[in-house]
């Protein structure tokens, strides 16, 4: 009984210093998108670039990460070190063989036997392309935004041009193929101009995209349309590839 407490004794005092022991928890993940190859990618709301990125990040903490492009779906998860046994192995020396649960206990209290898998975010990284829905994939991702490809407007107005009639004939068949379909069809500008004037121009290209829609047989009742003018950009403004981003129709899936 004598040597089973003291081996556990003894257990508790290495397991106490490797807690000290490990004192670097950044880690450094690529997110390189699979599907699609180039996707823009956020953590915890905020832009990172094109992927492939690599970031150094806290092992400790928890990550909202978002991959969005165009004509996909965005693909939102969760990243969050999980108790990686190489760690445990490798700060541990009767912890980990001896007493397994030990290392457990001290990663539930301090976090530090934690790390990120880059399987895991490997495995996550593709998105849906927006016209290839399921049924499943409606009630999942209802409440989603996402752009279309290729809709484009004449200069400073909203007339839609010709040759973005295809891609709106494919929302349009996409809401014959599921009738319970709604969209909340979004306008969005840049920050050049009056305010007055993006909020207006936001207004009437969401409109345009909604008759459109309607002219080709869609009941009204399924497309609502709102302007948010300059007030929700996903870019910078500063730069003319930011300005072009903000500029944007979305939809989103009601």
Known sequence: MKKIIT???????????????????????????????????????????????????????TYDVKYTKRGYLPNKFELEGRIQPKYVAGDFFMGAVAFGWIPMIVDHQTGKWKAFDQEDVDYRSSSVYWSKMTEDDIELYRGEVFEIENLYFELDKAVIKTSSYDELNEVVAFMKRFPTVK??????????????????????????????????????????????????????????EGRARNRRVEFRLD
């Open 183 to 240: 969209f909340e069809v979004r306008g969005h500008t840049d920050s050049q101009g009056e305010d007055a004037y993006n909020q207006k121009l936001s207004e009437d290209r969401a409109a345009s995209v909604v008759k459109y829609i309607t002219d080709q047989g869609i009941d009204a009742s399924r497309l609502t349309k709102k302007g948010y003018g300059e007030t929700m950009p996903v870019a910078t403004n500063d730069t003319e």
């Open 7 to 61: 081996l556990s004794l003894a257990t508790l005092v290495f397991t106490s210093c490797a807690t000290l022991v490990r004192k670097e928890f950044t880690q450094e993940i690529t997110f390189a998108s699979v599907e699609p190859k180039e996707a823009y990618l956020y953590i915890n709301g905020e832009y990172k670039g094109v992927t492939p990125v690599t970031l150094e990040l806290d092992s400790r903490e």
